[in-house]
């Protein structure tokens, strides 16, 4: 496996968490709105932001690796099905499909793990 591919893919798979996780912290009143008119409690959205933030930086360095791609394999999942699923609003389809497809990377990740230049391959010597 090329260590920079599986690097790269990493920090491309975690930007949208890392950059969603942190959006939710600017926009905390409206996100919390947004999800409690889905029938998500509000109170939830500090586990959704640190779920986000913290797994997309372990996924960028490495670190659990396959646990936390895992993770969030299930949890794009989730929010497809909770979020995505008026398909016939064609944006929310494409939506609904991302999800999967990110679930899908993720996946890739699990199986995979991490590469060589990661921090579990170098906490693994």
């Given at each position: ?81 909770i979020f995505h699923t ?40």
């Amino acid at each position: 496996m090329n260590p920079l591919a599986t690097t790269t893919d990493r920090g491309i798979l975690s930007v949208l968490f890392l950059m969603s996780g942190l959006g939710k912290i600017g926009a905390y009143a409206g996100t919390a709105a947004y999800m409690s008119s889905l029938g998500v409690p509000s109170v939830l959205l500090p586990v959704v932001i640190a779920t986000e933030v913290l797994g997309a930086i372990a996924i960028v360095l490495g670190w659990q690796t396959r646990v936390a791609a895992f993770l969030f394999a299930g949890y794009s999942l989730l929010t497809a099905l909770i979020f995505h699923t008026n398909f016939a609003d064609q944006i929310e389809k494409i939506m609904f499909l991302k999800n999967v497809s990110i679930a899908g990377g993720f996946l890739l990740l699990v199986a995979n793990g991490a590469g060589p230049l990661s921090l579990d391959r170098r906490l693994a010597k």
